[in-house]
């Protein structure tokens, strides 16, 4: 898949690189053992991306987010999630925003130790 250069500070050129393998929809009926490209983060919210690819003058990624109100799949535009800041200036943290971890390993949804993430999943696929 050619992909021109895309400038998003979240959306590194190892990243483009990973995702080109997993395009939108490429993952749909894997369930827990899609596999993790990528996790983002912001406090205790994290982002499981699975699939992504540029449209347009943005990236769409695809995964989970747990650690908001509700856990859930959905789609995020790479800009919005690089434009997001929080202001934690009153905890001592200056203005935090997202930011990729880099030490993550690619593995599938069933291998992350998230607790949340976890039971997200068990509700959606495990049989009782």
Do not use: H
Not at 38 to 49: C, D, E, K, T
Not at 56 to 80: C, W
Not at 91 to 118: H, M, S, V
């Amino acid at each position: 898949m050619a992909t021109t250069q895309f400038n998003n500070r979240l959306i590194t050129p190892e990243l483009t690189e990973a995702l080109s393998s997993y395009p939108l929809y490429s993952q749909d009926a894997n369930k827990k053992d899609a596999l993790c490209i990528a996790v983002f983060y912001l406090g205790n919210i994290r982002w499981y991306i699975m699939e992504g690819q540029q449209e347009g003058n943005d990236f769409t990624l695809y995964g989970i987010v747990t650690g908001l109100q509700e856990t859930e799949y959905g789609y995020q535009s790479a800009t919005e999630m690089a434009s997001i800041t929080y202001d934690a200036s009153e905890y001592g943290l200056g203005t935090l925003r997202i930011e990729q971890d880099k030490d993550f390993k690619p593995c599938t949804l069933a291998e992350i130790e998230d607790a949340e993430l976890q039971a997200f999943l068990s509700r959606l696929y495990d049989k009782y």
